[in-house]
């Protein structure tokens, strides 16, 4: 039995309810002719704050006592997480204290910092963000919320897939980005909940292919910080609770390279007229990569994000 069930994804969907936004699906008709299959575009892109950590993020910290959330509580993100948890935390009147890396986007290092929070910088490549955020909140006496390894925020991030299922129930495969794990692991709770006989499948890019590797060896494999355009997928490691349920409900795992990024980016603006960050295109990628393999099949694909600088966005799909 997994350690979150779809009981627990239900229970964050009742606390997000009227909350979050209920993204659209979108499909188009252009893109299944041109793939063979059945699109259904979760626009994830499209919810508060811009991404799907929005989900986790409030389920997690709704949970709090009193006397935590009157602590207040620190993060560390690279960018979605850090601001869906400084969201969270003004919505819910909890202080916020978010570790970013030096090289965060500018618009996430923004908006985090808008949205109320207090920002820690650290380097990623030299420094431990788990630990810092560890002595902050002994320190202060705050809560630490991890960016995916917990099961309020699985649970929390499995509630994009189980709108995406009420909508479009008969689904024969869902694809979601996979970093540190916690929306692939959702995702596989809601599906494999709702519709047992739906395959899921982790889409990853190729220069961070620690899920992968860690799928297919199973045990969980750490390597250095990857050099990709998927900055929301640049994770090291899996989290022991995410591994063990990727592990146990999710197919298999598609490596993705920056130009498949890239391409899908200028796919969904042009043919879809979506602004989707880099990670946040990993799964349509993916799906191009697996349409051969399931001619005419209906399959979910989770757009997980829309946080990215225009003027990069722009230079990344003209130069595509």
Do not use: W
């Amino acid at each position: 039995m997994s350690a979150v069930e779809l009981a627990d994804v239900q229970d964050a969907a009742r606390a997000l309810d009227g909350v979050a936004h209920r993204t659209a699906v979108v499909t188009s008709s252009r893109l299944d002719s041109e793939l063979g299959i059945e699109l259904h575009l979760k626009c994830e892109n499209l919810q508060r704050m811009g991404a799907f950590k929005f989900r986790g993020a409030y389920n997690a910290l709704s949970r709090l006592d009193d006397e935590a959330r009157a602590a207040g509580v620190v993060a560390f993100s690279s960018g979605n997480h850090a601001q869906a948890v400084a969201l969270a935390a003004r919505l819910l009147g909890i202080p916020a204290t978010i570790v970013m890396p030096t090289d965060a986007p500018q618009i996430k290092l923004a908006a985090t910092k808008g949205y109320g929070a207090e920002v820690v910088p650290y380097d990623r490549r030299t420094e431990d963000r788990a630990a810092i955020a560890a002595e902050l909140a002994e320190r202060d006496g705050r809560t630490v919320i991890p960016p995916f390894n917990h099961p309020h925020i699985v649970a929390g991030q499995g509630t994009a897939a189980l709108e995406l299922l009420q909508d479009v129930p008969d689904l024969d495969a869902v694809i979601a980005p996979l970093g540190g794990g916690g929306l692939l692991s959702g995702t596989a709770v809601a599906t494999r909940g709702m519709r047992p006989q739906a395959s899921v499948f982790g889409a990853e890019p190729a220069a961070g292919d620690d899920g992968k590797q860690s799928f297919d060896a199973g045990r969980i494999v750490q390597i250095p910080v990857p050099d990709t355009l998927a900055d929301g997928a640049q994770t090291t490691a899996l989290g022991e609770l995410t591994f063990a349920i990727i592990q146990e409900l999710v197919e298999d795992i598609v490596r993705v390279t920056d130009d498949e990024l890239v391409e899908a980016m200028r796919t969904l603006a042009h043919t879809c007229k979506l602004v989707v960050e880099p990670t946040g295109a990993l799964a349509l990628a993916a799906a191009r990569t697996l349409a051969p393999t399931m001619p005419g099949a209906k399959v979910g694909v989770i757009l997980s994000g829309g946080n990215v600088d225009l003027d990069r966005y722009a230079g990344l799909i003209s130069a595509g």
